[in-house]
């Protein structure tokens, strides 16, 4: 590939990015003031300033552009690096307040985005959606829960499985409303209930 013809992709390629990236930015502020179903593609597009079929072209459709966006906030999360340091920690109780850490960070960034999909029982792709972001979820839970008892810190109450929905159950966004907004407790003491929570109903 010639030098132009690189150049020619790479600016393409950066302004295809930049694109999604206006129509997310655009579709959060949005959905969050009116709903999911209150907000059209023509709205959407006219604020993101681009036309509505350029975001059929770039999403399919609305739920899709969420979903895009659940996947961006998990990314600025630091779902990467919190990843990799999960797996090159050994100790339990680090494991936990890693995961902990992600969780707050996670739900800090995007509570009004899983506010909606939360409130939005009756939409079939907001639906999928948040069951898709349970089970994986619940997935992390289990693969953490694994790994503490073969480490053989789960207490005679817990196998894996169980250690698992646990945790999962006290990492919710459901359980982040009510402790952050019921209770008006910070972010921080928030993750450290969770961490504390999970160490004290499964940990030995």
């Given at each position: 590939m010639s030098m132009k013809r690189k150049y020619d992709s790479e600016l393409r390629s950066s302004r295809a990015a930049d694109t999604r990236l206006r129509i997310q930015k655009s579709a959060r502020r949005l959905i969050a003031a009116s709903g999911f179903e209150n907000t059209a593609i023509t709205a959407i597009a006219k604020d993101a300033g681009v036309s509505p079929q350029t975001i059929y072209s770039v999403f399919g459709s609305k739920a899709a552009i969420v979903a895009s966006m659940l996947t961006h906030l998990e990314?600025?999360?630091?779902?990467?690096?919190?990843?990799?340091a999960l797996m090159a920690e050994d100790n339990p109780r680090?494991?936990?307040?890693?995961?902990?850490?992600?969780?707050?960070?996670?739900?800090?960034?995007?509570?009004?985005?899983?506010t909606v999909v939360a409130q939005s029982p009756d939409e079939p792709s907001l639906v999928e959606i948040r069951e898709n972001g349970d089970a994986r979820r619940l997935g992390g839970c289990k693969m953490l829960a694994g790994k503490w008892a073969e480490a053989g810190v789960l207490n005679d109450k817990y196998d894996a499985d169980a250690?698992?929905?646990q945790f999962w159950l006290l990492t919710s966004f459901e359980t982040y409303v009510l402790c952050t907004k019921g209770l008006n407790w910070s972010s921080d003491r928030y993750e450290k209930w969770v961490a504390e929570s999970v160490a004290q109903l499964v940990f030995s």
């Open positions: 990314e600025e999360a630091g779902e990467a690096d919190s990843l990799a680090r494991q936990l307040q890693i995961f902990s850490e992600w969780i707050r960070r996670l739900f800090d960034m995007s509570a009004d985005i899983f250690a698992a929905e």
